[in-house]
């Protein structure tokens, strides 16, 4: 468990090794680095797959480190936005959500897959309703288009 530590030690620093002054709200490097332009998000995205890498290394299976891709993905694009994008580092810390995903797996392995089972599921499901509804959307858009043009 001495690479779990190193882990959770990776994640403060990522997501919340400082203080924002005046505030109880905590921030850690990977806020810091998404504030460069272009690369920040990129560099942020790249750590967090490291710990991601180091679960695979560890064997959790593939539905929790699913779960794990899922919030480091999720930290990546809604951290791309601008500013609010900033904001969503502050508040998400994707990187401490996958370590805490670890502890639970270690403390109760079979209890975390079926949850992370459920949620992958959920989340495809979401993304299948979302994709379908933009496509039927295009689909009504077009038509009304060529009723208009027509």
């Given at each position: 468990?001495d690479?779990?530590k190193?882990?959770?030690?990776?994640a403060?620093?990522?997501?919340n090794?400082?203080r924002?002054?005046?505030?109880s709200?905590?921030?850690?490097?990977?806020?810091l680095?998404?504030?460069?332009p272009?690369?920040?998000?990129?560099?942020?995205?790249?750590l967090s797959?490291y710990?991601?890498?180091?679960?695979?290394?560890?064997?959790v299976?593939r539905?929790?480190?699913?779960?794990?891709g899922v919030?480091a993905?999720?930290?990546?694009i809604?951290?791309?936005?601008?500013?609010?994008g900033?904001?969503?580092?502050?508040?998400?810390?994707?990187?401490?959500?996958?370590?805490?995903l670890l502890?639970k797996y270690?403390?109760?392995p079979?209890?975390?897959?079926e949850r992370?089972t459920?949620?992958?599921a959920l989340?495809a499901?979401?993304i299948?309703?979302?994709?379908g509804?933009?496509?039927w959307?295009t689909?009504?858009?077009?038509?009304?288009?060529?009723?208009a043009?027509?």
């Open positions: 468990m690479q779990l190193k882990l959770e030690q990776l403060r620093l990522l997501d090794s400082f924002i002054p005046g505030t709200f905590g921030m850690g490097l990977d806020s680095i998404g504030l460069i272009g690369i920040g998000d990129s560099a942020g995205g790249i797959t710990i991601i890498w180091q679960a695979a290394r560890m064997g299976p539905v929790v480190l699913m779960r794990m919030n993905i999720f930290d990546a809604l951290g791309a936005i601008p500013f609010f900033d904001i969503f580092d502050i508040a998400f810390k994707a990187n401490q959500k996958n370590v805490q502890n270690y403390q109760s079979q209890a975390t897959v992370n459920v949620s992958i989340i499901l979401s299948i309703v979302v994709v509804l933009v496509a959307l689909i009504k858009l077009l038509a009304w288009l060529i009723h043009i027509g």
